[in-house]
Nanobody
Framework: QVQLVESGGGLVQAGGSLRLSCAVS????????IGWFRQVPGKDREVVAV?????????HYEDFVKGRFTISRDNAKNTVYLQMNNLKPMDTGVYYC????????????WGQGTQVTVSS
């Protein structure tokens, strides 16, 4: 069973930066497409960024984070990162990672997520 552990969240002022980590255990990490998702109260969980499988996966970003967030992976460490720069209060939420298969989350259960709070 694949396990997902997110970390790196915190409280930061608008304009600040955070780096989130997603440690994946079990399965064959290198072969997984991995995405970062976020959830805010009252809304469904939404995708933020996705990175393809392999050594240098193709990346995809939602418009609301383009130019500010960077997703990357280290296959030797079974870890995916999300570098978040120029944070805005609208980025506040709980961030999760998961595999992505045919546009849908791959693994169940989800990890516990990591809280990101951006103050104005």
């Amino acid at each position: 069973q694949v396990q997902l552990v997110e970390s790196g969240g915190g409280l930061v002022q608008a304009g600040g930066s955070l780096r989130l980590s997603c440690a994946v255990s079990g399965g064959t990490f290198r072969s997984y497409v991995i995405g970062w998702f976020r959830q805010v109260p009252g809304k469904d969980r939404e995708v933020v960024a996705v990175i393809g499988s392999g050594r240098v996966g193709r990346t995809h970003y939602e418009d609301f984070v383009k130019g500010r967030f960077t997703i990357s992976r280290d296959n030797a460490k079974n870890t995916v990162y999300l570098q978040m720069n120029n944070l805005k209060p609208m980025d506040t939420g709980v961030y999760y990672c998961n595999g992505v298969t045919n546009g849908q989350p791959t693994f169940d259960p989800w990890g516990q997520g990591t809280q990101v709070t951006v103050s104005s």
